[in-house]
């Protein structure tokens, strides 16, 4: 799956197998909770969305706007949060309490078919580098309802959903730089390996890469694409592809394509015998 401003979970358990998100509503990072209790309602999903999927500050620019949209036919509570985000060195996404950024409301309610902003106030003012941080808008379970209560007064078991979406939230530095390459490739036991680096100053959004193997005589043999994903300033992402090991053998090279929302940059990897499984 192509990796977006949201991820998702598909759940498939007894009671909601037939479970499957409306991709299309669901707007920003999305990640599903399970709470599996006793207590819990049958309810699958609540129908909302956060717009916009990203915010820009800095500059000018000390403030704005999120909406979560209700789309549904029933009220729903929110609890509201601002993590700085940040990566570590295996690329994984990590998360801190700030005091950088004001927002408000922190809990709220919002009636059926209606929407609610929440407000964002920026505290520090931009540097040399840029800033990142994600606004997080997470459902409220709601307590079990009397239809999951059958006649003999026993609660029926089920999962509740709670559905968290997650927004970036980019402080621009004084002086944007937008710098990045495929800073390393490699292969070894038939996996191959690109590295891309983002040496600038603010952040880069890879949509893919591309692995395409080739024989001597350039006809592609193999061909993978792996989802992108965001790079703060100054971090690096890995993305691998494995070689089946009857195709591998035959390659004399394998072509990398890394797609940005701007641009796409590319990098070789010369195939070596030694560099497929034995």
Same mark, same amino acid.
């Given at each position: 799956?192509?990796?977006?401003?949201?991820?998702?979970?598909?759940?498939?358990?007894?009671?909601?197998?037939?479970?499957?998100?409306?991709?299309?509503?669901?707007?920003? !990072?999305?990640?599903?909770?399970?709470?599996?209790?006793?207590?819990?309602?049958?309810?699958?999903?609540?129908?909302?969305?956060? %717009?916009?999927?990203?915010?820009?500050?800095?500059?000018?620019?000390?403030?704005?706007? !999120?909406?979560?949209?209700?789309?549904?036919?029933?009220?729903?509570?929110? %609890?509201?949060?601002?993590?700085?985000?940040?990566?570590?060195?295996?690329?994984?996404?990590?998360?801190?309490?700030?005091?950088?950024?004001? !927002?408000?409301?922190?809990?709220?309610?919002?009636?059926?078919?209606?929407?609610?902003?929440?407000?964002?106030?920026?505290?520090?003012? *931009?540097?040399?580098?840029? #800033?990142?941080?994600?606004?997080?808008?997470?459902?409220?379970?709601?307590? #079990?309802?009397?239809?999951?209560?059958?006649?003999?007064? #026993?609660?029926?078991?089920?999962?509740?959903?709670?559905?968290?979406?997650?927004?970036?939230?980019?402080? #621009? *530095?004084?002086?944007?730089?937008?710098?990045?390459?495929?800073?390393?490739?490699?292969?070894?036991?038939?996996?191959?390996?690109?590295?891309?680096?983002?040496?600038?100053?603010?952040?880069?959004?890879?949509?893919?890469?591309? !692995?395409?193997?080739?024989?001597?005589?350039?006809?592609?043999?193999?061909?993978?694409?792996?989802?992108?994903?965001?790079?703060?300033?100054?971090?690096?992402?890995?993305?691998?592809?494995?070689?089946?090991?009857?195709?591998?053998?035959?390659?004399?090279?394998?072509?990398?394509?890394?797609?940005?929302?701007?641009?796409?940059?590319?990098?070789?990897?010369?195939?070596?015998?030694?560099?497929?499984?034995?």
């Amino acid at each position: 799956m192509m990796k977006n401003n949201y991820r998702a979970t598909r759940i498939s358990l007894q009671t909601c197998k037939n479970f499957d998100p409306p991709m299309n509503k669901v707007v920003g !990072f999305l990640t599903v909770i399970l709470f599996v209790i006793i207590s819990s309602t049958h309810a699958l999903a609540a129908d909302f969305q956060v %717009q916009p999927t990203t915010m820009d500050l800095g500059g000018k620019v000390k403030s704005g706007v !999120f909406s979560v949209i209700n789309n549904s036919n029933e009220k729903i509570d929110f %609890q509201v949060s601002v993590k700085a985000w940040n990566q570590d060195e295996n690329s994984k996404d990590a998360y801190t309490d700030t005091n950088d950024i004001v !927002f408000f409301p922190k809990v709220m309610s919002i009636d059926p078919n209606s929407q609610r902003a929440v407000r964002i106030g920026l505290k520090t003012p *931009p540097g040399a580098r840029e #800033k990142t941080y994600r606004l997080f808008v997470q459902e409220i379970p709601t307590q #079990k309802k009397t239809q999951d209560i059958d006649v003999n007064q #026993k609660v029926k078991a089920g999962v509740t959903i709670a559905f968290r979406f997650s927004m970036p939230i980019f402080v #621009k *530095p004084l002086k944007p730089q937008e710098i990045y390459a495929i800073d390393k490739v490699e292969m070894a036991a038939g996996k191959a390996r690109a590295v891309v680096k983002n040496t600038g100053n603010v952040h880069v959004k890879l949509r893919s890469v591309t !692995f395409s193997g080739k024989a001597a005589d350039g006809k592609e043999l193999y061909s993978k694409e792996v989802a992108g994903w965001y790079i703060l300033n100054g971090m690096s992402s890995s993305y691998e592809a494995e070689i089946p090991k009857d195709v591998c053998g035959q390659l004399a090279k394998i072509d990398i394509n890394v797609r940005t929302e701007d641009k796409d940059i590319s990098g070789i990897l010369n195939v070596q015998k030694n560099m497929c499984p034995e």
